[in-house]
């Protein structure tokens, strides 16, 4: 997959794909559906898979005192869209100057444009409730209105919903506020993950028998403080591979309290996964964080965390 920042004076190599326009973080179901369309249509025309998205969020930009709250960090978001066959991310900085940029340039500079660059896509998917374009003023409708004038074809998604809901990240994010990790994967297709390197920590879990690798959560959203049963991708090096796993989220008052933390102890694991990339899956919520009185008290809740944490991912299946 090619990342291409920016839409501006691009290789022809880099332009001309059939693409969906969108912020895409989680990369749920309504958003796989968005990608199969544009596949679909690709297909048909003979163009690369492409995706359209912005960093930093826009939401970031709008609400730059608001806490955490994405759901995957740009490169997760990158290695999910290309598991998922896209060709093109074109990635676009989202700062004041774009911002500003009203819907009708957006559609004539950014998404076709011509000797003066843009990206010359060929077609376009986009869900019926995106808005675009300075103060929000574009929509579908104005999408395919113009489309034709700039030789490209739009396609207009209609909202998803499956058991859990309306498939949305607003509604990720609420089920992982409650810690209700399998509704949050019938949005996802999959577990939530935290990601990111492998951090040296104090080295608490390890004297206690509990090794632990932690993550910090950066601009990721902080879910239900508490215990977690845990899927662990290790993403590179030698200890490439899935292990489960019991993860802990919260600020260890037991210790005393301090900023949010993850830590998740890999079962039968043995080796060195300082600096490794790992996508941790919070598959269920086991229990609320609590303080103990005594090293051994914790130790012997941290056994019986083990314990169910095991059970729980014996049975785990995403739901549909």
Known sequence: ???IRGFEGLAPGQRGASVALGNFDGVHRGHQALIAEAARA???????TGIITFEPHPRRFFQPEAPPFRLTTPAEKARLLAARGVEHLHELRFDAGFASIPAEDFVERVLAGGDRGGLGIRHLVIGEDFRFGKDRAGD????????????????IQHLLAGQSGEYSS??????LEQGRCEEAAAQLGRWHGVTGPVLKGEQRGRGL??????LAFGEQ????????????EVLDGPHAG???????????PTFGAGAPNFEVHLFDFDGDLYGAEICAGLVSYLRGEERFDSAGALTAQM????ALARTRLARAAIPA
């Open 1 to 3: 997959m090619q990342l």
């Open 42 to 48: 690709g297909g048909r025309i003979g163009a690369p």
């Open 140 to 155: 579908a409708l104005m999408l395919r209105n113009m489309s034709e004038a700039f030789g490209f074809t739009v396609s």
């Open 170 to 175: 607003t509604a990720v994010r609420v089920h």
């Open 209 to 214: 028998g509990y090794p632990t690798a932690n």
């Open 221 to 232: 959203i902080i879910p239900r403080y508490g215990i977690y049963a845990a899927r662990v």
């Open 242 to 252: 899935v292990f489960d796993g019991v993860a802990s989220i919260g600020e260890r």
């Open 303 to 306: 056994d019986r965390d083990a």
